[in-house]
């Protein structure tokens, strides 16, 4: 089992920036991947960014160059950094991470881009 737990959004102003967090715990070892989704009102949820165990990352192209993940193994947690977000962007931002046999997502959590 694996716990995630998030935190970090918020309304922020176009153009500005939110940093999102995830902390994860339980049967950490086993984890393969741990990603980002979100999804906006009536819309299907989406990948957003993507890190491997080995640190590799991978980013939609709705939000390269604007959005980064990153991640501190030494805190199991990983982060999404969004900068010059725009209204497009608002949408509950889910936690994901997948291991050998399983997986997890966590509450989500609401980012607002308006003025």
């Known amino acids: 089992q694996v716990q995630l737990v998030e935190s970090g959004g918020g309304l922020v102003q176009p153009g500005g920036s939110l940093r999102l967090s995830c902390a994860a715990s339980?049967?950490?070892?086993?984890?393969?991947?741990m990603a980002w989704y979100r999804q906006g009102t009536g819309k299907q949820r989406e990948m957003v960014a993507g890190i491997t165990s080995n640190g590799e990352t991978e980013v939609t192209i709705a939000v390269k160059g604007r959005f980064t993940i990153s991640r501190d193994n030494a805190k199991n947690t990983v982060y999404l950094q969004m900068n010059d977000l725009k209204p497009t962007d608002t949408a509950v931002y889910y936690c994901n991470t997948r291991t050998t046999t399983s997986e997890y997502w966590g509450q989500g959590t609401q980012v607002t881009v308006s003025s």
């Open positions: 339980g049967s950490i070892s086993s984890i393969l991947i």
